[in-house]
T-cell receptor, first 115, second 114 residues
Framework: DGGITQSPKYLFRKEGQNVTLSCEQN?????MYWYRQDPGQGLRLIYY???????QKGDIAEGYSVSREKKESFPLTVTSAQKNPTAFYLC??????????????FGDGTRLSIL | AQSVTQLGSHVSVSEGALVLLRCNYS??????LFWYVQYPNQGLQLLLK??????LVKGINGFEAEFKKSETSFHLTKPSAHMSDAAEYFC????????????FGTGTRLQVTL
């Protein structure tokens, strides 16, 4: 079955450490997205990519970095510059270009906590 | 700026009662609207979407929503709540020219009681 796989499900970060969250999709979607979810705040967009080797900052990109070397993969690195990284991170994919009316498909998330 | 507002962060209904979750949007251009459901520690699952075809949209699990342009609303309803409907519900909006980005409301947690 096609879908989005996020790993790991739970992740712990030490002070000053960078950690990378994995997101892989086999839906043949061009666009991929990273969201951060905090209680009571809904989902906030961190980064998005509409095509391989290209990505744009979302609303809360500071302290995060991404890469898009393959269509299927869009890893997110939470750097030590992100002072409040504890959150639930969701990856999504969807059709790009004319797909404004197309829904995004979500992975099951990674919960990141500080040690 | 375009935005979406969900009124009520928590809604509690009895099993068998009507479910009504409110969503209002602000936009100067025609919106595309979505409702998603999230169960604990899971991702979001699409319930339904409005894409300017029919104003009354039917989704999965017996949910439906009606687009009302005059009220800038897209409220989610279900005639009879079931215990399994307990979850968090998110309204989201996208617009032509925004690179397919979604703007989410802050969510409404639905509790279903016996």
């Amino acid at each position: 079955d096609g879908g989005i796989t996020q790993s790991p499900k739970y992740l712990f970060r030490k002070e000053g450490q960078n950690v990378t969250l994995s997101c892989e999709q086999n839906l043949n979607h061009d666009a991929m997205y990273w969201y951060r979810q905090d209680p009571g705040q809904g989902l906030r967009l961190i980064y998005y990519s509409q095509i391989v080797n290209d990505f744009q900052k979302g609303d809360i990109a500071e302290g995060y970095s991404v890469s898009r070397e393959k269509k299927e993969s869009f890893p997110l690195t939470v750097t030590s510059a992100q002072k409040n990284p504890t959150a639930f991170y969701l990856c999504a994919s969807g059709k790009a270009g004319t797909g404004y009316n197309q829904p995004q498909h979500f992975g099951d998330g990674t919960r990141l906590s500080i040690l | 700026a375009q935005s979406v507002t969900q009124l009520g962060s928590h809604v509690s209904v009895s099993e068998g009662a009507l479910v009504l979750l409110r969503c209002n949007y602000s936009s100067s251009v025609p919106p595309y609207l979505f409702w998603y459901v999230q169960y604990p520690n899971q991702g979001l699952q699409l319930l339904l979407k409005y894409t300017s075809a029919a104003t009354l949209v039917k989704g999965i699990n017996g949910f439906e929503a009606e687009f009302k342009k005059s009220e800038t609303s897209f409220h989610l309803t279900k005639p009879s709540a079931h215990m399994s409907d307990a979850a968090e519900y998110f309204c989201a909006v996208s617009f032509t020219g925004t690179a397919s980005k979604l703007t989410f409301g802050t969510g409404t947690r639905l509790q279903v009681t016996l």
